[in-house]
């Protein structure tokens, strides 16, 4: 009965972002950040996908998304032709790093990027010509961007097969988080004073959510208030230093769309979280004492 119930929520979840997104495309109703609205559908997605059909379909509907981002990221960063046969790797870890989420395979996942991708990356690099100048760069930057959008983001789809419930706590909080953000932030570049004012008006809001959450969740509520806390730091740090990256390769807040930082930018704030609670809920569950 329970099942039944945690099911039917999640899919009229899904079902609710899917009309209010065929109700703003009829009536040509257009937000500043619909890409993020987009987003987030993608996420309902996946975890309608996981509790309707099954958690296969759900597990490769986030490795396209992990697709869009490294294809955009490759389109921005300054690599070489030569280096054409690193990035092909990076896009073939991410089959191959879905593969041990689908199979549950921890063990072979934990090392699957930041070992055998980062081991064999290099050596790819390397056979795409003689050119050595520039291949340290290259390596670097491959390697970053496939452990951000690749690796980090995959974490979400391991704490979906914990528990869908678990995983759409992660992507409403970090949803708060970046709406207040939103909402709170000067027009000019925020300050670090600026973060604290955000983390303050997110911090409450999270932990009542997550408490609320804990019906379908299960986790005990001294966790819940931890992970409250925890998650809005969690975005701060992830937002400020994927922006540095951002600026970096000429990505503007003011001229994103697909292809130029769009997708990068809409999944900055669950980079650093999604790994940390993965493993934090992951720690806990396996302590009988704890969960």
Request: glycine residues 6%.
């Amino acid at each position: 009965m329970f099942t039944d119930i945690s099911k039917t929520i999640v899919i009229l979840i899904f079902l609710a972002f899917s009309l209010f997104l065929l109700f703003k495309k009829i009536f040509k109703i257009r937000f500043r950040y619909d890409s993020y609205i987009n987003y987030m559908w993608t996420f309902s997605l996946i975890f309608a996908a996981s509790e309707a059909v099954s958690f296969e379909l759900a597990i490769w509907i986030l490795a396209f998304l992990c697709f869009m981002a490294l294809r955009e990221y490759f389109t921005l960063v300054d690599i070489r032709l030569q280096d054409r046969w690193g990035i092909m790797g990076a896009y073939l870890s991410i089959p191959f790093m879905i593969i041990f989420i689908q199979l549950d395979y921890y063990g072979i996942f934990i090392i699957s990027i930041p070992v055998y991708a980062f081991l064999g990356i290099p050596f790819l690099v390397t056979l795409g010509g003689k050119e050595i100048k520039g291949t340290l760069l290259s390596i670097g930057i491959i390697d970053l961007g496939l452990f951000l959008l690749v690796y980090c983001i995959g974490h979400i789809g391991y704490l979906a097969l914990f528990s869908t419930w678990w995983a759409i706590m992660l992507v409403l909080n970090v949803a708060i988080c970046d709406l207040i953000s939103i909402v709170v932030r000067k027009k000019k570049d925020h300050r670090w004073g600026n973060v604290l004012i955000q983390y303050f008006f997110s911090a409450p809001i999270t932990v009542t959510l997550i408490l609320v959450l804990s019906y379908w969740t299960n986790i005990p509520w001294l966790h819940c208030i931890f992970l409250g806390l925890l998650i809005p730091v969690l975005v701060a740090i992830g937002r400020h230093t994927i922006r540095y990256i951002e600026k970096d390769i000429g990505i503007s807040s003011n001229q994103l769309r697909p292809g130029r930082g769009q997708v990068m930018d809409n999944l900055r704030s669950l980079l650093y979280a999604a790994p940390v609670v993965f493993h934090y809920l992951r720690y806990f569950s396996m302590r009988s004492d704890a969960f």
